[in-house]
């Protein structure tokens, strides 16, 4: 089984590429593949910019790192209550490529911030969004207040929401031994 991962923010030191990959290094027997999305710069996508140039390298490249998955795992950093605006406009441009990119991949949508609502806004926007674009979202699930729940080398220190996440992961397990 491969897994595809990253976390939506082009931050390097971004929280939630830490989370995505403490989450699937929790997947014994997989082949794991962490993304930086610094590695797929596009311009601000514009019909206009579109008819100029086609679609980008980039663009292509990433839609074709999402369809060698089995399990897409996907951290959504939160901007304003939303996506990030550099994850957008990835999301913009390779939906141009194939509107259905995410390919009927079964996915893990994951969040988490600074705050107290752990990105709860943007992984609600993703939730209802993401299955339009051909995603199965086999689980979900939000990390508050980064700083103080997570460690790199212990990952989840509250009890509850490392039970909570846990629970989450058994689920995510059993649906993807079907593969």
Request: hydrophobic share 45%; charged share 25%.
């Amino acid at each position: 089984m491969k897994i595809i991962a990253f976390g939506a923010s082009y931050s390097k030191a971004s929280i939630n590429k830490q989370l995505v990959s403490f989450a699937a290094k929790q997947f014994d027997q997989a082949e794991i593949e962490v993304l930086d999305l610094n590695q797929y710069q596009l311009p601000l996508f514009t019909v206009d910019v579109e008819s100029e140039i086609g679609h980008p390298e980039a663009a292509k490249s990433f839609l074709q790192k999402l369809g060698e998955a089995d399990l897409l795992i996907i951290s959504m950093a939160e901007h304003n209550g939303s996506y990030t605006a550099a994850f957008k406009n990835l999301f913009d441009w390779t939906s141009r490529v194939n509107m259905k990119l995410f390919e009927n991949k079964k996915l893990l949508l994951l969040s988490t911030s600074t705050g107290q609502r752990g990105g709860a806004s943007v992984i609600a926007a993703a939730a209802a969004r993401f299955p339009r674009h051909g995603a199965e979202i086999i689980g979900t699930f939000s990390l508050p207040s980064f700083r103080e729940n997570f460690d790199v080398e212990k990952g989840i220190l509250n009890e509850e929401l490392s039970r909570q996440f846990q629970e989450i992961l058994i689920s995510v397990k059993r649906d993807i031994q079907r593969l």
